[in-house]
C-alpha cells in the first residue's frame, strides 16, 4: 500500500483545479509535468487523444496514484513475464483485471501489483488524468505483450510548468502506443 501521505495529496485534489495551460494533446498521449516535488515526486497532468495508449510499463519500483479528470480511460493490468530474460522462450504476458476509470475516480499501481496499459477507449472524446509518482523516475521498461521481451524506455515530457518543450525532442521520442 502507498503511503497514506501519496493518498491524501490525491484526496486534497478534488478542491484543486487543474489550470488549461497544462492540457496538450499531439499524436501520442502526452506527460506534462505540474511539480517536481522538490525530488520527491512528480506530479503530471497526461492528455489522451481518442484511441491513445500507453506501452505495456512498469513503474521503477515507484508508487503511482492516477485521477480521472475528464473522459474515461481502461487500465489492463498484466502479471511480469515468468522465467529469466536470457530465456529464448516467446510467452504472451497474462492479463490479470481490466478496469474502466470514470472523472474522479482514482486507482493506485506499483511494480509488486504488476505492469500495466492504460489507453483512451473513446474514439470521439480526449481524456486527461492525473499522476503522482514517487519517487520520480526517468526511464521504465516496456514490455511486448506477445512475448513479454522488455526493453527501456526514457520518460519525456511535453511541457513542463505550463509551457511547451523543444519540439525536436518531442520528435526523436519514441513511439509508445500500441
Known sequence: MPDASLYSVGQRQRRMPINASYIYYDCMYTRNLVDEGNGRFNLMVL???????????????SHCIMKM????????????????????????????????????????????????????????????????????????????KQTGQKSTCKVTFWSKYGEGRNR??????SPEDN
Open 47 to 61: 492528455c489522451w487523444g481518442e484511441g491513445h495508449g500507453s506501452a505495456i510499463h512498469d513503474h521503477a519500483n
Open 69 to 144: 479528470l475528464q473522459g474515461k480511460l481502461c487500465e489492463t493490468r498484466y502479471a511480469w513475464p515468468e522465467g529469466s530474460e536470457m530465456k529464448n522462450d516467446a510467452e504472451e504476458l497474462k492479463e490479470l483485471e481490466k478496469n474502466t476509470l470514470d472523472i474522479n475516480e482514482i486507482c493506485y499501481i506499483n511494480d509488486s501489483l504488476g505492469l500495466h496499459r492504460v489507453e483512451n477507449p473513446s474514439a470521439v472524446n480526449p481524456a486527461v488524468s492525473l499522476h503522482l509518482y514517487s519517487p520520480p523516475f526517468s526511464s521504465c521498461s516496456v514490455f511486448n
Open 168 to 173: 525536436q525532442i518531442q520528435d526523436a521520442r
